[in-house]
């Protein structure tokens, strides 16, 4: 007999086919299940190996062993094994096993493009029950339950083929304070792709929503609008490290390209390695991206102190806080990364940068400005090429200075550096918002939320846009996008109902916050918060006068402020008492107003809010000259002579002056060149809900202005 037909008739071959198929059944198994727990990589390995070491003895088992009726015996080579029972059922295993492997594949395969089609229209439903009810009020209180989560629509654009989301890269070290590590890893990788203008790489912002998700590759890709997806993981123990990342097409699930990087670590090469992996990385994903791998190129080490950068790490790790204490922590972090080296060009940038966000959301004093931009300078001094410190010196010229066409000049060069960037096409929109160019600041956003599209702050940015040209649909269509944020951030819950209440006049969705379901006020925001006083000024354009009064009363301060008002509670109280007809109780509080608002000029001379405020109280004591002049002082100051969203909303408060001292065709005058300001918060609709307008509304040249402006009707 042959060699061949004894292999058959001992079922050799059958047992090897067998063997084949129920282990890559085994591994399709494992791929799911280990991906699933979080397994480390060496567990598949090590069942591949386990599987690959079995071969060839089930084969020699298969020779010399036969199972049958009387159990497992010796093949003394006489039994014709071919034709019996215990061959049959081998080739029904084999033949279930290869059926269990096409079913898992047609699963893996289709599966996901199957429940994504059903996604998708699940989606276009609710985005259109969405819409139907945008009117109703909202309730976003903070001892209300949160908004209902929608899933949230693609993004409204084709996926580009080159564009990518990172992952934040899962941290699998057993040792503990290390989250700073893995997340410096995946922000030198974000960094270095962005430099690639042919990539399109979504921001650090966005990504941190999925950081530990359990959605799947395919609904990330549709929620981000990319076309592929990195995902990887860290392992640091002791003086090892090791790294895996694998590149995965966002709409088939199919694997690109994947690596491990297993390396010894040590001190003094910490950068080097993250930089290593960053580049390697990068290089790889221009290669299978079919782009220019211009973000190969490999930056120097900003440090060769590692305690100096790791310092730096831990800076970094809690910038998104721009609470004041988390701000003088990064400073002094980083002041103890400069202890250690003075020539480190980052650190030293990003101190300056901190001393910007000190002024810019707390102190207002010009010397945290003056250091900002010197620790800036000093920076660029060092490193001139460095983009991200020609990013942080164009925030420098639009904070500090207000200096649109500086930053704009420094952004361009930042841009050249970083094309992917979507803080600088976010900074962009800012700044030309802020300089009154509402086209730009559109096409400047849309980019940054291309590059960004789950960013609480671009998604409002571009519906506060929408409301300041007026553009209902435009803020509808951004607010389905911003409530399906697993996180809606406090100054955007009711963004929807103030556009609609300052275009359109519609008061009712709004107050609706204030009111919960047995009818019992509520005070939407923290006493003394900035939002404090949107509410005063919310429930006091809606006549709900008694909301007003308690607002007034619940704040233990004499006054709130934001960048575009200072209103003292003495002035607030005679706002309600004018139009309730309390005419001594308005001028009494008006004086007292008065009284503080010298005080606060005497100190800041230059504050063109308390100004406003000033010409306020004069309207009400009959003081018309007065009140003229405070107002037109208080536009000429630098901040809103540079500042069009500040002007056009102290123009706004101006005609609110104008209407208590002047003639009905004077107001109707001014009204009307206010009113063909491109961008405005205060559509006229909104505008005339201020009581102080009572007067006016049926002299012939207010119906004039009705006529023409008016959309109240229109409801869009």
Same mark, same amino acid.
């Given at each position: 007999?042959?060699?061949?037909?004894?292999?058959?008739?001992?079922?050799?071959?059958?047992?090897?086919?067998?063997?084949?198929?129920?282990?890559?059944?085994?591994?399709?198994?494992?791929?799911?299940?280990?991906?699933?727990?979080?397994?480390?990589?060496?567990?598949?390995?090590?069942?591949?190996?386990? *599987?690959?070491?079995?071969?060839?003895?089930?084969?020699?088992?298969?020779?010399?062993?036969?199972?049958?009726?009387?159990?497992?015996?010796?093949?003394?080579?006489?039994?014709?094994?071919?034709?019996?029972?215990?061959?049959?059922?081998?080739?029904?295993?084999?033949?279930?096993?290869?059926?269990?492997? !096409?079913?898992?594949?047609?699963?893996?395969?289709?599966?996901?493009?199957?429940?994504?089609?059903?996604?998708?229209?699940?989606?276009?439903? $609710?985005?259109?029950?969405?819409?139907?009810?945008?009117?109703?009020?909202?309730?976003?209180?903070?001892?209300?339950?949160?908004?209902?989560?929608?899933?949230?629509?693609?993004?409204?654009? $084709?996926?580009?083929?080159?564009?990518?989301?990172?992952?934040?890269?899962?941290?699998?070290?057993?040792?503990?304070?290390?989250?700073?590590?893995?997340?410096?890893?995946?922000?030198?990788? *974000?960094?270095?792709?962005?430099?690639?203008?042919?990539?399109?790489?979504?921001?650090?912002?966005? !990504? !941190?929503?999925?950081?530990?998700?359990? =959605?799947?590759?395919?609904?990330?890709?549709?929620? *981000?609008?990319?076309?592929?997806?990195?995902?990887?993981?860290?392992?640091?123990?002791?003086?090892?490290?090791?790294?895996?990342?694998?590149?995965?097409?966002?709409?088939?699930?199919?694997?690109?390209?994947?690596?491990?990087?297993?390396?010894?670590?040590?001190?003094?090469?910490?950068?080097?390695?993250?930089?290593?992996?960053?580049?390697?990385?990068?290089?790889?994903?221009?290669?299978? *991206?079919?782009?220019?791998?211009?973000?190969?190129?490999?930056?120097?080490?900003?440090?060769?102190?590692?305690?100096?950068?790791?310092?730096?790490?831990?800076?970094?790790?809690?910038?998104?806080?721009?609470?004041?204490?988390?701000?003088?922590?990064?400073?002094?972090?980083?002041?103890?990364?400069?202890?250690?080296?003075?020539?480190?060009?980052?650190?030293?940038?990003?101190?300056?940068?901190?001393?910007?966000?000190?002024?810019?959301?707390?102190?207002?004093?010009?010397?945290?400005?003056?250091?900002?931009?010197?620790?800036?300078?000093?920076?660029?001094?060092?490193?001139?090429?460095?983009?991200?410190?020609?990013?942080?010196?164009?925030?420098?010229?639009?904070?500090?200075?207000?200096?649109?066409?500086?930053?704009?000049?420094?952004?361009?060069?930042?841009?050249?550096?970083?094309?992917?960037?979507?803080?600088?096409?976010?900074?962009?929109?800012?700044?030309?918002?802020?300089?009154?160019?509402?086209?730009?600041?559109?096409?400047?956003?849309?980019?940054?939320?291309?590059?960004?599209?789950?960013?609480?702050?671009?998604?409002?940015?571009?519906?506060?846009?929408?409301?300041?040209?007026?553009?209902?649909?435009?803020?509808?269509?951004?607010?389905?996008?911003?409530?399906?944020?697993?996180?809606?951030?406090?100054?955007?819950?009711?963004?929807?109902?103030?556009?609609?209440?300052?275009?359109?006049?519609?008061?009712?969705?709004?107050?609706?916050?204030?009111?919960?379901?047995?009818?019992?006020?509520?005070?939407?925001?923290?006493?003394?918060?900035?939002?404090?006083?949107?509410?005063?000024?919310?429930?006091?354009?809606?006549?709900?006068?008694?909301?007003?009064?308690?607002?007034?009363?619940?704040?233990?301060? $004499?006054?709130?402020?934001?960048?575009?008002?200072?209103?003292?509670?003495?002035?607030?109280?005679?706002?309600?008492?004018?139009?309730?007809?309390?005419?001594?109780?308005?001028?009494?509080?008006?004086?007292?107003?008065?009284?503080?608002?010298?005080?606060?000029?005497?100190?800041?001379?230059?504050?063109?809010?308390?100004?406003?405020?000033?010409?306020?109280?004069?309207?009400?004591?009959?003081?018309?000259?007065?009140?003229?002049?405070?107002?037109?002082?208080?536009?000429?100051?630098?901040?809103?002579?540079?500042?069009?969203?500040?002007?056009?909303?102290?123009?706004?408060?101006?005609?609110?002056?104008?209407?208590?001292?002047?003639?009905?065709?004077?107001?109707?005058?001014?009204?009307?060149?206010?009113?063909?300001?491109?961008? =405005?918060?205060?559509?006229?609709?909104?505008?005339?809900?201020?009581?102080?307008?009572?007067?006016?509304?049926?002299?012939?040249?207010?119906?004039?202005?009705?006529?023409?402006?008016?959309?109240?009707?229109?409801?869009?």
């Amino acid at each position: 007999m042959s060699l061949f037909n004894e292999l058959k008739r001992r079922n050799v071959f059958r047992v090897a086919a067998a063997y084949v198929v129920i282990g890559w059944l085994i591994l399709q198994v494992a791929e799911i299940v280990l991906g699933f727990i979080g397994a480390p990589e060496w567990v598949g390995k090590a069942i591949i190996a386990l *599987l690959l070491l079995g071969f060839v003895p089930v084969l020699a088992l298969a020779w010399v062993f036969e199972v049958g009726p009387h159990g497992v015996r010796r093949d003394d080579g006489t039994n014709a094994r071919d034709a019996s029972p215990q061959a049959r059922r081998l080739d029904v295993i084999t033949l279930g096993s290869v059926v269990l492997v !096409m079913l898992l594949l047609v699963w893996q395969h289709l599966g996901s493009a199957l429940t994504g089609e059903q996604d998708g229209r699940q989606a276009q439903q $609710e985005s259109r029950v969405t819409q139907q009810q945008a009117a109703p009020a909202v309730q976003a209180v903070q001892s209300a339950p949160p908004p209902a989560r929608v899933r949230p629509e693609p993004p409204p654009f $084709e996926v580009p083929a080159g564009s990518i989301a990172v992952l934040p890269f899962t941290n699998r070290s057993a040792e503990p304070d290390t989250a700073y590590f893995v997340d410096g890893i995946h922000d030198d990788l *974000l960094t270095q792709l962005a430099r690639n203008d042919q990539l399109i790489v979504i921001s650090r912002t966005s !990504m !941190m929503e999925y950081r530990d998700t359990t =959605k799947n590759v395919r609904q990330i890709g549709e929620e *981000l609008g990319v076309a592929t997806i990195l995902e990887g993981a860290v392992q640091r123990a002791g003086q090892r490290v090791r790294i895996n990342a694998q590149l995965i097409d966002a709409k088939t699930d199919a694997h690109l390209w994947a690596d491990t990087f297993d390396r010894e670590l040590t001190p003094e090469n910490i950068f080097d390695l993250q930089s290593d992996i960053a580049v390697a990385i990068a290089s790889a994903l221009g290669r299978t *991206l079919n782009v220019g791998s211009t973000a190969a190129s490999r930056p120097s080490a900003p440090t060769l102190d590692p305690e100096a950068f790791d310092l730096y790490l831990r800076a970094r790790a809690i910038r998104d806080e721009a609470t004041e204490s988390r701000i003088r922590e990064r400073i002094e972090l980083y002041r103890r990364a400069l202890a250690r080296d003075p020539k480190f060009a980052l650190a030293m940038g990003e101190l300056g940068r901190e001393y910007v966000n000190l002024f810019w959301f707390h102190t207002r004093r010009d010397a945290d400005r003056s250091e900002g931009g010197r620790w800036i300078d000093q920076a660029l001094e060092l490193a001139p090429d460095e983009p991200q410190l020609r990013l942080w010196r164009a925030e420098y010229f639009y904070r500090a200075h207000l200096d649109y066409e500086a930053a704009l000049e420094e952004l361009d060069r930042a841009s050249e550096g970083l094309p992917g960037s979507a803080e600088a096409a976010g900074l962009r929109g800012f700044i030309e918002r802020r300089a009154g160019r509402p086209r730009e600041t559109i096409a400047a956003l849309e980019r940054a939320v291309l590059l960004d599209p789950r960013s609480g702050q671009v998604l409002q940015a571009l519906m506060e846009t929408g409301w300041l040209l007026g553009d209902l649909d435009t803020v509808s269509r951004w607010n389905a996008q911003l409530v399906a944020l697993p996180e809606i951030p406090q100054t955007a819950i009711a963004l929807h109902s103030q556009a609609r209440m300052g275009v359109l006049g519609e008061s009712g969705p709004l107050m609706a916050r204030y009111v919960d379901s047995t009818g019992t006020v509520l005070v939407a925001a923290p006493v003394g918060t900035p939002t404090y006083g949107f509410d005063f000024h919310h429930a006091y354009m809606a006549r709900d006068f008694d909301l007003a009064k308690t607002l007034i009363d619940t704040l233990a301060e $004499e006054f709130w402020e934001d960048q575009f008002s200072l209103v003292p509670k003495a002035l607030a109280r005679a706002q309600l008492a004018l139009v309730q007809g309390r005419d001594n109780e308005a001028r009494r509080e008006a004086a007292a107003a008065i009284v503080f608002l010298d005080a606060v000029l005497k100190e800041h001379p230059d504050d063109y809010r308390a100004y406003m405020a000033q010409a306020r109280a004069k309207a009400i004591l009959g003081e018309a000259a007065a009140a003229r002049d405070a107002a037109s002082r208080s536009l000429a100051m630098r901040i809103p002579s540079r500042d069009q969203l500040i002007r056009a909303e102290l123009r706004a408060e101006q005609l609110r002056v104008l209407a208590m001292i002047d003639d009905s065709d004077t107001l109707a005058s001014a009204m009307d060149d206010y009113l063909q300001l491109e961008m =405005k918060y205060w559509h006229f609709d909104g505008l005339v809900l201020d009581p102080v307008f009572d007067a006016h509304r049926d002299h012939p040249a207010f119906q004039a202005l009705a006529a023409k402006y008016s959309r109240k009707d229109s409801g869009a």
